[in-house]
């Protein structure tokens, strides 16, 4: 009897709560396929870094479970309240609780099951989509293929069984508790509206704007960001977002009472008082769902960020296929040169140095100047500390001024398709990053440049990829006639190489180790050749840099383009792919709650429609003011979640921009992910409406 009861009431819930049951099916899907990257024998064989992905993923499950199981909870004891009217009558015909409770517990395991074995099964799908575009963005091929890792099956599982269990339980404390009063009243008084110090309450709506209006101000204008600082305002937003639903729903009432004409207007009056009335009853639901639908725009934004950062500035950050460095001078590459012959097709190669003058203008002026340094290489009264920059303890850029010949750098140039330079014999140019000159702006009048005639005469600047990143210089080198040259010293030497075709996947270490001894690696943790390694000594040397970049940086003795792109994009996949994971869950946890809410009160709302069509209302009108009541009940948590996303997001992509050197509008990113959260907003909604028609009619 009892079998076949749950077995009919799964059926019911399935049909009645789908936007549920379609939720946990994904995010089982999400959960599985994301595993998968965490068990992988193939993708943890990728990279030397394979440990980075299995971490982030990790973490990002760690952030997720809970709100699995907070969704879970919620759902539970939704659903037990709806019921308890049913189940207190269960109790009056004579059934026991525990009979109730095991009821119960069998109907919420045998839903979660179905939606766990379909959630498996789409996660197949996902899985193949997932490892697609993972080595899509690695340049990986990947051939289909199902990964069917025991390990990855478990982990899915036993999260989402934890959640369901730990949920079940709760639920089963509360059943010991009630009675059949309880039981029978639960569901009035979740419908009763009490209505005190409305007009006291109301404030808070401003307050809730006006701090946001602060926040925005403080974000852009004030420089001084302390733990202090940055804590108040986190606390601040937090009461902010669940003050304001208390400040609208007040403020709503107390219109509604002194009757402001915008409530003779059409149907105002109604959608006014249903929308304030929800909004009472759920303001602390509304605003954890403002606080998830916020978390879940910042983290898409900040992988849009990154994803924009790879596409745009990895390849010319390192646009030569092959380079070495080398602290010696002096030395031939011999080994190196004979390892690409061996390995690869040369079409061209080429050996040169880079110099110095014994001076250090250009770099005490970047760190006396970029923000990146701040105030740390500058006296109290702003004067440069000489000290500290001669110290140079970050090695963001070498001891002295780095130089290059003017023909070694139109062969470089050639050799990346650039166009020629020419300067005159009293004329120097600097290449430089076109973050750093955008940020110091033109500095040429502040340096003093000296030829084999006399001093030199800027020619200009230019910002195109260079490979300065410890290789053509940290960040810029200044280039002067070759006749100038006769007066420096040979700094430190460089190997660039042109291949055909694409290098093999293990040439960057094969080159790291040519010489493998635990006695001769460098502080990039890369293995030195061996002229190189006799006399090394990062500080004593002095000739090692590696430029000012902070949020994406790589430093290393030999780059291979095809290499240590994929190596880099796999970092950043690392960071990317988990934030994606964690928006995606928070956004579809958040949505299933507001529309399980407006499905379940479609059966309430009944008997409010059929009077309105009793009065004359046409079917097409009903339609119309259930769109305009969810549009109203979806936006309102939508838009305090963009507002906040929004200041916080075009804040960290101008920062962002401005660190990394990305060509892009900070608004881009907050755009691009409002768009994505719109998009699978409108699936929910689209749902949600459909469903909620469906039944208003089905009931009338």
Not at 625 to 633: E, P
Request: with cysteine; net charge neutral.
């Amino acid at each position: 009897m009892m079998c076949k009861l749950a077995l009919r009431n799964v059926k019911r819930m399935a049909k009645d709560y789908v936007v549920y049951f379609m939720t946990m099916a994904v995010v089982t899907a999400l959960m599985f396929s994301f595993h998968t990257l965490l068990f992988s024998k193939d993708v943890q064989n990728l990279f030397q870094m394979d440990a980075m992905m299995s971490v982030m993923t990790g973490l990002a499950t760690a952030f997720i479970v809970p709100i699995i199981a907070w969704l879970i909870n919620y759902m539970v004891r939704f659903v037990l309240e709806k019921r308890s009217r049913e189940f207190g009558i269960y109790l009056l015909v004579g059934v026991k609780k525990k009979e109730i409770a095991r009821l119960y517990f069998t109907e919420n395991l045998l839903l979660g099951a179905g939606a766990f074995l379909v959630g498996m099964g789409l996660g197949l799908l996902f899985q193949q989509i997932l490892l697609s575009i993972f080595y899509s963005m690695v340049q990986l091929d990947y051939k289909l293929h199902l990964e069917w890792n025991r390990n990855c099956i478990l982990m899915t599982a036993a999260c989402y069984l934890g959640c369901y269990l730990l949920a079940l339980f709760r639920s089963r404390k509360k059943f010991r508790k009630m009675n059949i009063h309880d039981l029978m009243e639960s569901q009035r008084q979740n419908e009763e509206i009490k209505e005190t110090h409305e007009k006291a309450k109301r404030w808070f709506l401003p307050l809730s704007v006006l701090f946001l209006v602060v926040f925005g101000v403080f974000l852009f204008c004030f420089k001084a960001w302390d733990t202090g600082v940055v804590i108040a305002f986190l606390i601040g937003l937090v009461l902010t977002i669940y003050l304001f639903y208390t400040g609208i729903a007040a403020w709503i009432a107390c219109y509604v009472r002194k009757k402001g004409a915008a409530i003779y207007r059409g149907d105002a009056l109604f959608l006014l008082r249903q929308f304030s009335s929800k909004i009472r009853t759920l303001r602390f639901t509304m605003g954890t769902l403002t606080a998830l639908f916020t978390l879940a725009i910042l983290g898409s934004s900040v992988a849009f960020m990154f994803n924009h950062f790879q596409n745009e500035v990895l390849v010319s950050k390192f646009p030569f296929d092959v380079q070495v460095y080398s602290s010696n001078a002096k030395d031939d590459f011999k080994q190196e040169i004979a390892l690409l012959k061996q390995e690869t097709t040369i079409k061209e190669i080429f050996t040169y140095k880079v110099y110095e003058n014994e001076t250090n203008q250009v770099n005490a002026y970047l760190y006396t100047h970029l923000k990146e340094f701040g105030t740390k290489y500058l006296n109290t009264d702003g004067t440069p500390d000489w000290k500290k920059i001669n110290k140079n303890e970050e090695l963001a850029y070498c001891n002295y001024d780095t130089y290059m010949g003017l023909s070694d750098y139109n062969r470089l140039r050639t050799m990346i398709g650039l166009s020629e330079v020419q300067l005159k014999e009293d004329q120097y140019a600097i290449h430089i990053k076109d973050r750093v000159l955008n940020q110091i702006g033109d500095f040429s009048g502040q340096i003093n440049i000296q030829g084999t005639d006399g001093k030199l005469s800027f020619a200009g600047y230019h910002t195109e990829g260079f490979s300065q990143n410890g290789h053509n210089g940290g960040d810029y080198i200044i280039i002067v006639p070759d006749a100038a040259l006769a007066q420096m010293h040979p700094y430190y030497a460089e190997l660039v190489a042109d291949i055909k075709d694409k290098a093999p996947v293990d040439l960057e270490n094969r080159l790291d180790h040519l010489e493998e001894d635990p006695d001769k690696i460098s502080v990039n943790g890369h293995a030195m050749t061996e002229a190189a390694s006799d006399d090394w000594d990062g500080e004593a040397l002095g000739n090692s840099c590696s430029g000012s970049d902070t949020i994406v940086t790589y430093t290393a003795k030999n780059l291979v383009r095809d290499n240590l792109i994929p190596e880099v994009k796999y970092m950043l996949s690392s960071l990317m792919f988990p934030l994606f994971y964690i928006g995606l869950v928070f956004l579809c946890v958040a949505l299933t709650v507001l529309s399980v809410q407006q499905l379940s009160d479609s059966v309430k709302y009944k008997f409010r429609y059929r009077v309105l069509s009793q009065i004359g209302y046409s079917r097409r009108e009903i339609r119309r003011m259930i769109f305009k009541q969810l549009v109203g009940y979806y936006l309102c948590p939508a838009c305090v979640a963009l507002a906040i996303s929004g200041l916080v997001c075009v804040y960290t992509g101008g920062k962002f921009d401005f660190y990394t050197g990305v060509q892009a509008a900070p608004a881009t990113y907050f755009l691009i992910s409002s768009a994505l959260f719109f998009g699978i907003y409108l699936v929910y909604f689209i749902i949600t409406y459909i469903g909620f028609c469906r039944n208003v009619e089905e009931q009338g």
